[in-house]
């Protein structure tokens, strides 16, 4: 079977994690490859509802074997806390495994985070403040902590100290705070070591042999392409890719080895924190949509700024990424709408502008240029035929497949797992 890339099409909290979920259910290897526990899945199935900041969304089914890959940055304390949730819920971990190479979020990390954030004053990014810019900064700079120093008390002590001067220097000369003890962020790790040890260990090589055996396998992204480092909202983005492309780095396997990309779209679109979004909506639909959707942040609680669907930056995304199908998250949340509209190119003072700007200081002033469509006043939550949607839900995603340049395969009408309508034949595993 395929090796499947599971990607955020927009700006993320798209509903990777229920569509993870499904896909899962015939999977025999679900590996998260990017981000950190500043991303969110949200899962509804028999168990509850779980907001998964760090374990793969493959957790609830037994025959998967989870993994956190060499991608994700890892904040011991809230894994524990994830893991013991599950635990409570009667849910089995001894499947989860975590990358020796994954790297490690600090004490220091998420301070400098909200130090900086706080200095940035009125031009602050908008991050979640969990140390993920930090973290990845120092991995690239080599000044990372993995998970495998944990398994070695000795190796870990000595990077640790060796960080630590550094980073103390930071904080007394140019925050002007106190500086962090070595022995307690010691004797804090060396505890989460003690508890994480059973799940350490190298990785690739199991997700490798499920793809050379032909398995089902189930590479999971965070966040969302627009947020992307290089092509994002720069400086408004995450920390490490969540592209398709991004997969291979983040779990060891090589590109020969992904057989589809699917991309995770809403059917609006959304946006925490700071950053351009040409068709945000400050007014009552913009509400309405948020209140429907129940539009806040999984992670922070914040609630989402709310606009149409961008087929402009749709596109883009479907583009950077080699999209092979779309699955559509939401269509339900439009039940009631006498019209809807799509935003299908930007106007840039007196151009109109068809592809997406690298350049925010365009972008921020562009206004969208709006298709509208007729909506629908059925509830669809109930319906599992495509052909049996009401017109207007039809016309819409057929629209969309013609501007994104990509077919959607299924469709999400309502929160539970089983809410999806499949589309196209052979759209799961």
Known sequence: MAVIVIVGGQWGDEGKGKIIDLLAEKAKVVARFSGGDNAGHTVINPYGEFKLHLV??????????????????????????????????????????????????????????ELEEERRNKGALGTTRRGIGPVFADKVARLG???????????????????????NIILIKVYQVSPLSLEEIYDQYCHYGEQLAPFIRETSSIIREAAIKGEPVLLEGAQGALLDPDFGTYPYVTSSSPLAGASCIGTGLGPREINRVVGIFKTYNTRVGAGPMPTELKDEIGDLIRKKAREYGA???????????????????????GLSDIA?????????????????????????LTSFPSDIAILEKCQPIYEELDGWQESISGIRNFKKLPAGARNYMSRLEDLLSCPISLVSVGPDRRQIILVKPNTLL
């Open 145 to 167: 902590i993995r998970a495998g120093d944990l398994l070695d008390e000795d190796t870990f002590r000595s990077r640790l100290s060796a960080a630590l001067e550094f980073k």
């Open 56 to 113: 793969p969304s493959g957790i609830f089914y037994s025959q998967v074997t989870c993994i956190i890959s060499n991608g994700v940055a890892i904040n011991p304390a809230v894994l524990l806390k994830e893991i013991d949730d599950l635990h409570n819920h009667g849910i089995d971990t001894s499947r989860l495994f975590i990358s020796d190479r994954a790297h490690l979020i600090m004490p220091y990390h998420t301070l400098l985070d």
């Open 328 to 352: 559509l998250t939401h269509l339900d949340v439009y039940d009631g709408f006498t019209s809807i509209k799509i935003c299908t190119a930007y106007k840039f003072n007196d151009e109109v």
């Open 299 to 321: 992670t922070t609680g914040r609630p989402r700024r709310c606009g149409w669907f961008d087929t402009v930056a749709g596109r883009f995304s479907v583009q950077i990424n």
